[in-house]
């Protein structure tokens, strides 16, 4: 861990707070400590920190408001509760508040350490989202990923967005296919003219001609004067046609016509009229599959896919649904006007783990949800559509905090076993299917206690 990590431990036992400073000093953290809420209070006033450890109780108050004070002065700090007297509310409070997690005491130097080790790595992910998000709202892509393919995209923008050459944009439903093609429109030199967008499969197929190339009056019955199309009305711009794959086949001759010779013949009229546009063209389809079965004409395929950018589903990306969802966050947050801080561990272990098949749109759905239905402090889990817990039960008994080690998961497990059999070791072992001495060495190991049957005294020293 990087030595300018800064870490602020609040304990007033001297005993545990001169502990945990010397096990965090000797990883090269710089480490402060304080007796209580106020001299914590003054000492983060003072300077930031990265991390905090806080006792639940303290001399001039509870940790759990210290807690509240450092999440609304400096939110990216992370705070680590530790209590003696922990419990499933007390853990439920805290991690509303914006605790990162809590350490139940006693614990040992590698459980604090692990702990301590897991916080700033999600802080640093937190500050580099960030970043990275302030850097690609400078360039006004409108499409935010860390994800190489995504900066690919970016790298294609900016090399090709200057060039009049037709753009394809593929992808599934709701990966962002219109904010790319509106990326290519505002970094190019027809920026300040229109940007006309077209779904062809809105639009019945006798009524996508003339909303393309316009018609005279008196072309057909009810054209009671003359109309200019959407090709015309993106005279010097872009014009994007969504779902192009949609497009009937007589269109798609008439469309490449107009494309290679820049000219169209509105309907019901004899004259030809010079158009100058960009096409940007957008599908949801397998258009090599669809050139095989004749839907989609192969010369029209070449002439509209000179820039080809596929835009991947959220699924293959999913170190940037994080990312995504505190930019959703954000957004509605301030249009709700909520007091929302961020997203739980455990509701962004459900959200990591979805497979996501409405893609980012359905992503932006479901933040927005939880902005609804989340009062203050954080987006907890109960927040999350019902979808996402159905999913999780389907593949998962229980949702496990992200970055726990196997060893913490084991500890709980065995903690909240003994807790339901009233710390009966004979019938905490068979649901666990622990040997009896080997349950007892972890009991030892892990610092749990459990009443010990007359007769089993010598287990913990016997082979399992």
């Given amino acids: 861990m990087p030595p300018s990590n800064r870490i602020l431990v609040v304990d007033d036992e001297a005993s545990v707070a001169e502990a945990l400073t010397l096990v965090l000093e000797e990883r090269g953290h710089r480490v402060e400590s304080a007796k209580s809420a106020g001299e914590a209070e003054a000492l983060l006033a003072a300077r930031p920190f990265d991390l905090v450890f806080t006792d639940l109780r303290l001399p001039d108050g509870s940790g759990i408001d210290l807690l509240t004070r450092i999440k609304a002065d400096s939110p990216e700090t992370e705070v680590i509760l530790m209590t ?16 990162f997690y809590y350490l139940e005491k006693p614990f040992t130097p590698e459980q604090a350490l692990a702990l301590s080790a897991r916080a700033l790595q999600f802080r640093a992910v937190k500050s580099e989202n960030r970043a990275l998000k302030g850097a690609l709202d400078g360039e006004d892509f409108g499409l935010i990923g860390r994800h190489p393919k995504i900066r690919q995209i970016h790298e294609v923008i900016r090399t090709a967005a200057p060039s009049d050459a037709s753009v394809l944009v593929e992808g599934e439903s709701g990966t962002g296919k219109e904010l790319v093609a509106a990326a290519f429109h505002r970094r190019s030199a027809r920026a300040e003219r229109p940007f006309v967008r077209i779904n062809c499969a809105a639009i019945p197929s006798e009524l996508i001609e003339s909303e393309l190339f316009g018609y005279r009056k008196g072309a057909f019955t009810g054209a009671d004067r003359d109309k200019r199309g959407l090709i015309e009305a993106a005279a010097g711009g872009s014009l994007l046609l969504d779902e192009i794959a949609e497009m009937p086949a007589h269109l798609q001759t008439k469309l490449l016509r107009v494309l290679q010779e820049r000219r169209l013949r509105r309907l019901g009229d004899e004259q030809e009229l010079h158009v100058d546009f960009r096409l940007i063209s957008s599908t949801n389809r397998d258009t090599a599959q669809m050139i095989k079965e004749g839907t989609l004409r192969k010369d029209l395929y070449f002439r509209i896919s000179t820039i080809k950018v596929r835009v991947p589903p959220l699924r293959e990306r999913s170190d940037d649904v994080m990312l995504l969802a505190e930019h959703f966050l954000l957004r509605y947050t301030e249009k709700y006007g909520k007091r929302i801080r961020g997203i739980s561990q455990a509701a962004y272990s459900l959200l990591a783990r979805y497979d996501w098949p409405g893609n980012v749109r359905e992503l932006e759905s479901v933040v927005e949800h939880a902005v609804l239905f989340s009062q203050e402090g954080q987006v907890m889990p109960e927040n999350l559509p019902e979808q996402l817990h159905a999913a999780e039960s389907t593949h998962y008994r229980c949702v496990i905090p992200p970055y726990v080690t196997m060893e913490e998961i084991e500890r709980e497990a065995i ?10 070791v004979k019938k905490t072992a068979q649901i666990l299917d622990y040997h009896r001495p080997t349950l007892y060495r972890k009991l030892k190991k892990f610092g749990l206690m459990a009443e010990t049957p007359a007769g089993d005294e010598g287990l913990e020293h016997a082979a399992p």
């Fill in 84 to 99: 003696a007297h922990g419990s499933l509310d007390l853990t439920v409070e805290a991690i509303k508040r914006g605790a």
């Fill in 415 to 424: 903690a909240q076993t003994l807790e339901r059999t009233g710390g009966n």
